[in-house]
C-alpha cells in the first residue's frame, strides 16, 4: 500500500483552522487548497434559493470575529482562539447582558468538562456561545459584552467535483464532506484520505472504471448533488462510498447500504475481513451522514461506508475533542489502506469460467506438482478457484466460498487466463 | 385496551354448567346465549348425513340424565353433578352389572387422582364413564345400576355464524368451537373472547375488512363450513385466527400455520413480541385444533392461534380441573388484548411509500429539532418509517426491520401522511 | 439390511495382492475377478494417447520386478513383498549406486516410522522406492543394486461398466476406482462395496431407475469416462455417488457436491442422519477423488461421497497401514448399509398429495383410534405425511419437516396409497 500517512496528516494540519459550514469562505479557502492537490477538481456555486428536492440552498453563512468579554473588555470566550466556540450559523448579535440572561445562549457539557461542544442551528434563525464546563463554571454574576460580527446573505453553496475517467462509463462513487469547522477525525480525515485515494487512482491510470468523487456539505450538498445527478447516477453507479470519520487509529467498522447486499457492501466486508482481525458492524438504523440521502428510497444507491471510529460511537465526537492528537498518521494510513483495497477490488472483481471441462491437467503446464505428495496451500487455492470459476459468481463470492482474499486472487487468476484456462465473462 | 375481562367471565360462568357436545341442545342453547350478546348471529342446520368433503355429518345427541348407583339406589356417579362424567356420544344404556364388568365402561386418571377425564367416541357406537381415581377407588365388588338415559337421532348439526361488513371484500376469519362439555380454557374462553371481540369490532365500525367469525364444533364442523365455503374463503380471506385457550393467565403461545409465513402469522408474531416478554412457539407438527383443516394441503388458508396455554400442553387440560378457577378475568382480557391487537394490527397494515426524494426537510414542518443536538427516540423512529417506507415493505416488515412496535407506527404514520410526505400504495 | 460383510471381506483379501495403477496388468486382473462375480459388467479398452478434454490417456505401465539389493545380492527393499515399495509408474532401472546417491529415490514418513509411503508420478518420468523409516535407518554406505522391471509402452486404459436397467432411463450414477495396489480403505472398499450394491440391486429387480456403475482409474478414468458419456450423464442422471473409503469401522463421512444441494447431497444427509448417531461433514473444499471431476463447472452431474473414515483424514491414509485390519467386515457392511440405505431412499423418492381436501376420516377406515385418548406417534406420523403431502414437497422434504425416517414412511405411504387416500404426482 502506498504511504500517504503523513502527507494526510499535513494536509489536516494545513486545514484544521479553517472555519467551514454548509457554506461561506471556509468552504471555499478548503476547496481551493484541495483543487491545489487535485487540478482537476471542478469547483462549483449553487445560488441560495435553489430548489433540490423537499429542501433549498440556504443562507450564505460568513463570520469573521465573535466574542464574550467581561466589565474589562477582556475576552473570556474568544472565536479566534476555536471556531467551535460559536454556534454554527449564528446571526449577528452586539449586546451587554448579565449572566443570567446570556445561559440560555450557552451550550456545554457536563459530562466532559474540557470538551467545546459543536453547535449548530442552519435552519432556524438564532445565535448562541459554546464553551466548555470548565470555562462555564468560572463565569460570574456580571454584565458581558456578547459580540458576533457574522452575517447571512444571498450567496452560494460550493461543492467539488472530480471525475477521473476509466475504460467503462459505470462509476464508483466517493462522497466526502467539507461542512465542519475544526474537527479531525468526524471531517478533516474524510477530505483528506479522498484526496489521497483520487490522486493514488490517478497515478494509476489505465482505469476500468470511472470514479466520481465529491467533497460537499453533509446532508443539503448531498441533496443538492443528487437533484443535479440523480438519473446519471442511478444509470452508472455500480458501488460508492461515504468517506468519514476514516482517521484515528482504534477501530475499523462499516456501515451498511439500506439493505446491505450491494457490491459496495460484498467489497467492503471482504476487505475488512482480510485487513484487520476484527471490525465493527453497525447497522443502517445507526446511519447519520449521507448515505441517509444515497440509500434513500428512490435513491437507492449501492453506497455503503468503511470508517475508523464511526460518528456517535466514540467520547471526543462533536466536540473540540475531536482533535488531531485523535487522528494520526497511521489511522489516516489505515483509512487509506482499507478504502484503497475496496476500489481495488471492485476495479478487479468480474465474473470467471473455466474454459475446459473437468479440471485441467496443470502437470503439463507446471502448476502442479509432479509427484503425488503432499500439495501446499498455493495449489489448493489455485484448484478452488477453477472449481468455483463457473461463470456465475464473481471474484467477491468465489473468494468467499474458498476462504481466499480476493486480492490475493488476483495474481493466480491472472496466471490461469495467461495459461488459456479460465476467461473473464461480460455480462 | 377496551377492559371486557369480567363481562367476559360472567359469560363463561352462564355457560359452564350446558352439556355441550358435537351435536345436540346443549349447542343449540350455547349458541342462543351466544346470539343474545350478538344478535346479527345467523344460526346454521346441517341435517345428519350430509356429507362434507371425507366425512358426513353424525347423528344428534342429546342426554337428560345418567348415573351409576349402587344396590341401595344411591347414585355414586352422577352426570347431574358434572357432565364429563358421561363419555360423549355414549348410547343409552340400562343395566345392572358387577363391578368386574363395569371396569371396562370407566375411564379415570390414576396420575390425577381428582380428575374426572374427558372422553368421546363420536364415531363407533359406545357407552361409558368418566370417574376421578379417588371416585373409582371407593367402588366395591357389588352390584350397579348403570343408566344413560341418551339418544342418538337423525337430527342436525348447528353453528354460528356473524359476518360484520367491512369496505373491503377482503375477510379477516375468526373460528372458535363450541362442542365440549363443562371445561374452561378449553372451550368457553374460545366463545367468550370472540364474543368480545365481535362486540369490540361491531363497536369499532368503519372497518376495513369484513370479518367472518364462526362458532362451530371441532373438526366437523370445521370440514362442514369449509365444505360449504371454501371458495369464497381462499379467494376473500387474507388472514385468520382459530381461538381456543385463550383464558388462563399462566402463559402466551402461539401456533403457526402449516408454512408459517402468512400475514397472520406475522401479525401474531409481531403483537406477542411487543405485548409479552416471553412467550411459547409451537410447531404446526404440535397442531390439535381447527387449523389442521384450514391448513391442510389445498384448503391453505393464511390461519394460525394465538392462545394462552395450548390445549395439551397444561396438566388440567381435557379433565375436570380446567375449570373457572384456572381461568380469569385477567387471562381473558390477555387474550382479548392480543388478539385484538393482532386484529387492529391487519386493519391497519398497508405498504406505505415516501413522497419525496432523499429525505424530506421535516425542520420547516416542526417535526425536527432546529438545533442540531441529541435526538430523542422518537425522531429516530419517524425518520427509520421514512427511510424503509420505499412501497416494497408493509408495515409489519418495517416496524420488524426499525424495531419498533407497529402500533406505535400508526399515529407517526398518520403525521406523515398528514404532512404530505408518506402515501398508501394500494397493489 | 442384507449381511454381505463377510463376502465383501474375502473379496478385498483376494484383490489385495495385485499391483494396480491408472492402467496395466493388475487393473484388468482386478476387472475380470469383478466380472466373475458381475457377469454384465462390460470391459472396456482406451488406447494410449487418447484425448479428453484438456488430459490424454498415458503409456500403459507394467512391473514384474523390483528390487533393491546390498553387495552380497540380498533383496533389502524387495516389490514382491509389497508393491507399495515401488513408486507408480517407475521407469525401468538396472544401476548400482551407493546410498549417497540413492536416497534422492528414496521416499519415507519419519513420522511413522512403520509405514511405507505410497507415492507415483504419473506424468512425469522417474523411478523410485518407498520404504518404512524403520527401513530406511538400516541402510549403510554401501553399493546397492537397484533393478525396476517394468515398461511404460502405448497399450491402453481399462475400466468396468455396468448398465443395470430401470424402468426409467432416468439414472443413478454410481463410480468407484480401481487404481491403487495394496490398499485397503482408500481403495478396496470402493469396488467390493460397490459390487455388493450392484448384486444387491441385479437381486431387487424391477428397479425405478437405471443404474449405471463404473470401475476406473481416478482421475484420468472418470476424465475419460465422462468425455464420453458427459451429454447421456447430464441428460439422464438424478443423482450418483462415488464410492471410496467406505470400509473402517470408526467413523460416517459425507462429502458434498459442489454447490451440496442435489438429490444426491439430500438423500445421503438424511439417511445418514437416521442412520448413525453422528457424522462427519465435509466441506468440498476438502473435496480429492472424482467428485473434482463429475461436480467441476459445466459438468456438474448430482454427485456426492457417503463415505466411512475420509481419504487424508486418518493416519493410515496413502501408506501400508491402510491394511485389511484397518478394514473390517463390519466396516464394509456400514458402508454397504448406508449407502444402500440412500439408493433405496431414492428410488422411492416422490412427490405425493393428498386426495381430499381437509383430513380425510381416517377413523372410518380403521387407521384412527374410535376413543378420543392419547394418540401414539404412528397415528401422528400417518397425519403429518397427509398435512405436508401437498404435491409440492418429495417425501425427503416431508420427511424432514414432519422429523420422521423417509425409510419408515414408505410403509405408511403404501398403507395411505392402498386407502385411496394418497397420490404420487409425476412431473
Known amino acids: 500500500m502506498k504511504k500517504y500517512g503523513n502527507i494526510m496528516y499535513r494536509w489536516a494540519q ?4 479553517i472555519c467551514r459550514s454548509l457554506t461561506g469562505e471556509g468552504v471555499r479557502i478548503t476547496l481551493n487548497y484541495i483543487q491545489n492537490l487535485l487540478p482537476e ?10 430548489k433540490a428536492f423537499d429542501w433549498e440552498v440556504p443562507l450564505e453563512w460568513n463570520i469573521t470575529d465573535a466574542y464574550i468579554a467581561d466589565e474589562f473588555n477582556t475576552r473570556i470566550i474568544d472565536f479566534q482562539k476555536n471556531n467551535l466556540h460559536i454556534v454554527g450559523y449564528s446571526i449577528p448579535v452586539d449586546k451587554w447582558m448579565y449572566l443570567e440572561e446570556l445561559e440560555q445562549y450557552l451550550f456545554s457539557l457536563p459530562q466532559y468538562p474540557d470538551a467545546i461542544p459543536y453547535v449548530t442551528s442552519y435552519y432556524k434563525k438564532r445565535w448562541g456561545f459554546c464553551l466548555s464546563q470548565q470555562q462555564r463554571k468560572q463565569l460570574t454574576n456580571q454584565n458581558y459584552h456578547v459580540v458576533i460580527n457574522s452575517s447571512l446573505k444571498h450567496g452560494v453553496l460550493n461543492y467539488g ?3 477521473i475517467p476509466g475504460r467503462s462509463k459505470q462509476e464508483i462513487f466517493l462522497s466526502t464532506y467539507i461542512c465542519h469547522p475544526s474537527m479531525a477525525n468526524n471531517e478533516l480525515s474524510g477530505p483528506v484520505v479522498t484526496t489521497a485515494l483520487a490522486q493514488w487512482l490517478e497515478g494509476l ?10 467533497f460537499i456539505p453533509e446532508t443539503i450538498g448531498s441533496i443538492v448533488y443528487l437533484s443535479r445527478h440523480l438519473s446519471t447516477l442511478k444509470k452508472n453507479c455500480i458501488a460508492g462510498f461515504v468517506i468519514t470519520c476514516v482517521g484515528d487509529d482504534r477501530a475499523y467498522s462499516y456501515m451498511p447500504s439500506r439493505h446491505g447486499h450491494t457490491l459496495a457492501d460484498r467489497a467492503a466486508k471482504h476487505v475488512l475481513k482480510y485487513h484487520t482481525a476484527n471490525y465493527d458492524t453497525y447497522s443502517f438504523l445507526e446511519r447519520g451522514s449521507d448515505e441517509r440521502q444515497y440509500c434513500s428510497p ?15 460511537e466514540y467520547p471526543e465526537y462533536h466536540t473540540s475533542l475531536d482533535d488531531l492528537k485523535l487522528v494520526t498518521s497511521e489511522g489516516l494510513q489505515g483509512g487509506f489502506d482499507v478504502l484503497s483495497k475496496a476500489l481495488m477490488l471492485i476495479e478487479n472483481n468480474a465474473y470467471y469460467k ?3 471441462l473437468c479440471e485441467p491437467q496443470l502437470g503439463k503446464r507446471g502448476l502442479y506438482p509432479t509427484l503425488s505428495q503432499k500439495r501446499d496451500k498455493d495449489i489448493y487455492d489455485m484448484m478452488n478457484i477453477l472449481a468455483y470459476a463457473d ?7 468465489i473468494a468467499e466460498i474458498t476462504k481466499q482474499n480476493a486480492l490475493d486472487c488476483l495474481p493466480i487468476i491472472e496466471k490461469l487466463i495467461h495459461a488459456g484456462l479460465l476467461e473473464e465473462i461480460k455480462y
Open 14 to 17: 494545513d486545514l484544521w483552522p
Open 354 to 356: 473455466t474454459k475446459c
Open 391 to 397: 461463470g456465475e459468481k464473481d471474484l467477491i463470492e
Open 41 to 50: 477538481l471542478v469547483i462549483h456555486d449553487v445560488p441560495t434559493g435553489t
Open 205 to 214: 491510470g489505465n482505469l476500468r472504471y470511472t470514479y466520481r468523487i465529491i
Open 161 to 163: 467535483e472530480l471525475i
Open 298 to 312: 428512490g435513491v437507492d444507491l449501492p453506497v455503503c461506508s468503511i470508517m475508523r471510529s464511526k460518528y456517535g
